[in-house]
């Protein structure tokens, strides 16, 4: 069963707005992380931001923000104020109680100036 | 956060040989995890190298395709034997940091079989 699901192949969005990419996760454990990386076209995998199950605030990071929805398992992520810098592509994750890492298909996000 | 490097960047190389990725992380870190990224796809595990121990594949990875070696806690290789145009991927090596156990990549290694 997929642990992770990322619904949106691509995404599109102007300049300097705001743009949210979903992913959901399935998960019966109580105790896991959640995880955002951008991938640009180099291949890098960049670390984002991260979520833990038992943190009550949603995290931040700059423009960065995670809009976790912990009763619908959904783990958002919200990128503000868009740059050109920020097309690339985007992937959702989640680790498990053994550190096992779960990785969903990502989404494309373009950034059109 | 770690420091992670990969050689080569980048490779080309004729079907039936064998290449070997290196990973250097600039501290001591016990899990380290290997994965292929195919062309237009997510991230695919080959295998967990844990220093002192063997590495564990996963389902559909086998040591004498993909043998690893995990000598100390700041290196670790990847060698993709007998190659095939199949096997032309991107290869990430990771590491994991104690609490909250976030997980860092190397810059990748593409890799072209022809």
């Known amino acids: 069963a997929q642990k992770i699901t990322q619904t949106q192949p691509g995404m599109f969005v102007q300049e300097k707005e705001a743009v949210t990419l979903d992913c959901t996760y399935d998960t019966s454990d109580q105790s896991y992380g959640l995880f955002w990386y951008k991938q640009p076209s180099s291949g890098e995998m960049i670390f984002l931001i991260y979520q833990g199950s038992y943190d009550e605030q949603n995290a931040t990071e700059g423009r960065y923000s995670l809009n976790f929805q912990k009763a619908r398992k959904s783990a958002n992520l919200v990128i503000s104020a868009s740059q050109l810098g920020d097309s690339a592509m985007y992937f959702c994750?989640?680790?498990?109680?053994?550190?096992?890492?779960?990785f969903g298909t990502g989404t494309s996000l373009t950034v059109i100036p | 956060s770690a420091v992670i490097s990969q050689k080569p960047s980048r490779d080309i190389c004729q079907r039936g040989t064998s290449l070997t990725i290196q990973c250097q992380v600039d501290s001591q870190v016990t899990m380290m995890f290997w994965y292929r990224q195919q062309p237009g796809q997510s991230l695919t595990l080959i295998a967990t190298a844990n220093q002192g121990s063997e590495a564990t594949y996963e389902s559909g990875f086998v040591i004498d395709k993909f043998p690893i070696s995990r000598p100390n806690l700041t290196f670790s290789t990847l060698t993709v034997s007998n190659m095939s145009p199949e096997d032309s991927s991107i290869y990430l090596c990771s590491v994991v940091l104690g609490s909250p156990y976030e997980q860092y990549f190397g810059p990748g290694t593409r890799l072209t079989v022809t």
């Open positions: 994750a989640m680790r498990d109680p053994g550190n096992q890492f779960y």
